[in-house]
């Protein structure tokens, strides 16, 4: 599966009518979470969603495994990953109205910080979530070593998950407690988040690249319109 930008995609898988800017549809990325685009990806998108969360210059394995393409072919049609391609620390600055105050790190540092505040969460790893609209539940999967060992986990890790899905709507098995199940078997480690935490965190995660004109890369693996965009711009 080949990858593209992030928001793009969602403009276009939005549709909304009207004047498009040089920029995208949405001049102000906060316009883009007033629409229901992030519903629609969750009614087209029956899987899960995994979020790698790295620092460019820390976690060389990590850097390696996604700039060498085999996350295309290691996840299968349950999975759509998300990650940005050259994501780097940040100078001192803070972002307004959304609480998020940056001293030279990276905004996944801070996402990851967020979505798990009374647990140490160490990064690399990749963040699992069931539904990306209304997400109440995460499982983060730490990802340590070398290109091969972390390729290896991801090989462990993604045959594993479309089981999980399966009876996603029993109100007594969470998504939380289905994967933490399979990975406990799988011997694979992993933390879950507090409840409703999510999709908030998300949100200001992906409203803080945007402004920065920075995105994700996506591989989508059902059949869409794919829209060509650049996940590598940044600001200086």
Request: aromatic share 8%; net charge negative.
């Amino acid at each position: 599966m080949l990858e593209q930008a992030f928001r793009p995609f969602l403009e276009a898988l939005n549709e909304s009518q009207g004047i498009r800017h040089i920029e995208g549809e949405f001049t102000n990325p906060e316009a883009l979470f007033q629409t229901e685009v992030l519903a629609k990806l969750d009614e087209q998108h029956k899987g899960l969603y995994a979020l790698f969360l790295y620092d460019l210059r820390n976690d060389e394995g990590v850097a390696a495994y996604l700039q060498s393409g085999g996350v295309g072919n290691d996840s299968t049609d349950a999975v759509l990953v998300l990650y940005e391609k050259a994501p780097r620390s940040r100078r001192s600055s803070t972002f307004a109205g959304l609480d998020i105050s940056l001293s030279e790190e990276n905004p996944a540092v801070v996402f990851a910080r967020d979505l798990f505040p009374a647990k140490p969460l160490k990064l690399p790893g990749v963040l699992l979530l069931q539904r990306i609209a209304h997400a109440s539940d995460a499982v983060y999967v730490p990802l340590e070593g070398n290109q091969e060992k972390v390729t290896a986990r991801v090989r462990k890790l993604f045959p594993l998950l479309p089981a999980t899905t399966k009876n996603a709507d029993l109100p007594t098995n969470t998504f939380g407690e289905r994967v933490g199940k399979a990975l406990d078997l799988a011997d694979i480690p992993h933390q879950r988040s507090e409840p409703l935490t999510a999709g908030d965190y998300l949100r200001k995660f992906l409203i803080f690249l945007w402004k920065h004109k920075r995105d994700l890369a996506a591989i989508v693996p059902f059949v869409g319109k794919a829209v060509h965009g650049n996940a590598e711009q940044g600001d200086d």
